[in-house]
Nanobody, 122 residues
Framework: QLQLVESGGGLVQAGGSLRLSCAAS????????MGWFRQAPGKEREFVSA????????DYTETVKGRFTISRDNAKNTVFLQMNTLKPEDTAVYYC???????????????WGQGTPVTVSS
């Protein structure tokens, strides 16, 4: 099993920034692609961003491009999501997840964290 623990969520005003972290343990972190997903109340879980195992390829959903940056530190078994210029519509619980091979589809991810809530006030 790969255990994932997110941190860094919280309450922020619109236009502000947060940096989410996801710490992994239990297996070799560097072999997994990592994704960030979010789920707002009453909505389906949606793709936010993903990064390949070596960090050479990153992907973002259109609504966060230019505002969010995903990165990873394989030496520290951690993936990050830097979120800038936050908007109220970014409010959701944010989850990190891991799988072999890159994907945008949340159903394909094998391991999940417990989530960290992000609330953006207007």
């Amino acid at each position: 099993q790969l255990q994932l623990v997110e941190s860094g969520g919280g309450l922020v005003q619109a236009g502000g920034s947060l940096r989410l972290s996801c710490a992994a343990s239990g297996r070799t972190f560097s072999i997994y692609a990592m994704g960030w997903f979010r789920q707002a109340p009453g909505k389906e879980r949606e793709f936010v961003s993903a990064i390949t195992s070596g960090g050479t390829f990153t992907d973002y959903t259109e609504t966060v491009k230019g505002r969010f940056t995903i990165s990873r530190d394989n030496a520290k078994n951690t993936v990050f999501l830097q979120m800038n210029t936050l908007k109220p519509e970014d409010t959701a619980v944010y989850y990190c997840a891991a799988k072999y091979g890159y994907s945008r589809e949340y159903r394909e991810y094998e391991f999940w964290g417990q989530g960290t809530p992000v609330t953006v006030s207007s």
